[in-house]
């Protein structure tokens, strides 16, 4: 069973930056990938980034350019570095973890979340 914990959200001004964290235990994958999604209110689930074990990243056409996914030395430890943020960024951001070669990161695929941290950028 994975455990997720995710924090660093906050308020902050459009332009503004946040560092979002995520630290995953349980037990799970060997050389797992980890990504983050968000969910704005009244908008599904939606993907964002995601890293896998060699460093391998991937993101959403909205945030190319501005978020920037890495992971710990500890690997158990993801972050997503935000900058330029906009109010559309406004929503709970939540991370997870994917079995090593799995590149879908589609909402459904996974079962169990942690509690997310909200990020509100104001206009």
């Known amino acids: 069973q994975v455990h997720l914990v995710e924090s660093g959200g906050g308020l902050v001004q459009a332009g503004g930056s946040l560092r979002l964290s995520c630290v995953v235990s349980?037990?799970?994958?060997?050389?797992?990938?980890m990504g983050w999604f968000r969910q704005a209110p009244g908008k599904e689930r939606e993907f964002v980034a995601a890293?896998?074990?060699?460093?391998?990243?991937n993101y959403a056409d909205s945030v190319k350019g501005r978020f920037t996914v890495s992971r710990g030395n500890a690997k158990s430890t993801m972050y997503l570095q935000m900058n330029s943020l906009k109010p559309e960024d406004t929503a709970v951001y939540y991370c997870?973890?994917?079995?090593?070669?799995?590149?879908?990161?589609?909402?459904?695929?996974?079962?169990?979340w942690g509690q997310g941290t909200q990020v509100t950028v104001s206009s």
């Open positions: 349980g037990s799970f994958f060997n050389s797992y990938g």
């Open positions: 997870n973890v994917a079995a090593p070669g799995y590149t879908g990161w589609g909402v459904r695929d996974f079962a169990s």
């Open positions: 890293i896998d074990w060699i460093g391998g990243t």
